[in-house]
């Protein structure tokens, strides 16, 4: 299938088919593909003969248990990406469903509680999407305002102190610090959503027309897809996956903060942009996502263990992300797909 450009305002657009396989050496397309990968697991060979602790099921276990919100949160970004917008509100949705989780078990019960935290996600979601699409909004700008909104809500619903979950509530307790044999019950629940998503993403026709819409938007509309309905859908979608996270945090801690939902937000971009690199794609997508939150973890542990201040994790895990973005960018050239808006 051809290459085909529309123009759009200022910007081009690209419409890819099938890449193209044999543009370069040999070389050149093995690290196209597998560039990532190799940086990951070099990494990872690198911390393990620096400390005898790293590659162990333990520390394996940590990583991944540490990881569950911010993972949950970037695979939700991931879709608005893929469809062409930005959602700078996800970290303090995770926040206030937190606050909300926290609130109503005393009122309703720990399952009527989710349901209601799940329900504000999506809310959230909603709101964004339809400010961006029929209110025609930038992205940045809305979600930034809700960012704002979101803040001041969670100080007023707790006026600025945490809400403790009665120790009773065993039930609910379990869902973030259960385990089932070795494996803690969150991990298992995130690695369910993650393949859920993927399967979306990639298997149905909502994550077709998301990336349809991400990849040229007025093809799609011209094509009879309903662009604004399906990019409503992937804010919803970020939404539902930061309050799960939301909730998750909540039983972790058997309580809610009025704060911290902040830094999920810069993990989450880190993660879709450095997942996007992954397979040599050029756009986003939800396993690269899931590699990409799984590196800045294992990084963080890893530099903790062989004894690095926190001033230095931070500087090396920037530049090994530019590093591995930049690198893929100079050799997928002509295929990368991403917005910056």
Known sequence: MAQSTAEIGSGTVAMQGKPKQDRGSPLVNFLRRWGTIVVI?????????ASPWFLTLSNFNNILFSMIVSCLVSVGLTFVVVGG????????????????????IPIVGPWLAIVGALFVGAFIGLLNGFLVTYG?????VVTLGMMFVLGGINIFLTDGYQIAVDYKETAFAFIGQGKIGFVAFPVLILLAVVALMHVISTRTKPGHYIAAVGDNPMAAYYSGVKVYHWLILAFILAGVMSSIGGIILTSVSSSAQPVGGEGYL??????????????????????GTLLGVFFIYMVNSGMSMVGFPFAARQ???????????????????EEIHLKFI
């Not at 993990?267 to 942009?273: D, G, L, M, S």
Request: glycine letters at 12%; aromatic letters at 10%.
């Open 41 to 49: 697991v070099a990494t990872g060979i690198g911390f393990a003969l």
């Open 266 to 287: 810069l993990e989450a971009f880190a993660a879709v942009f450095l997942g996007a690199t992954v397979l040599g794609k050029g756009k986003p997508h939800v396993f």
């Open 85 to 104: 917008s930005f959602d700078l509100s996800v970290g303090l949705t995770v926040t206030t469903t937190s606050i909300v989780t926290a609130f109503l």
């Open 136 to 140: 025609r909004l930038s992205g940045i």
């Open 315 to 333: 500087l090396f895990s920037g530049l090994i992300l530019i590093l591995a973005v930049g690198a893929n960018a100079m050799l997928n050239r």
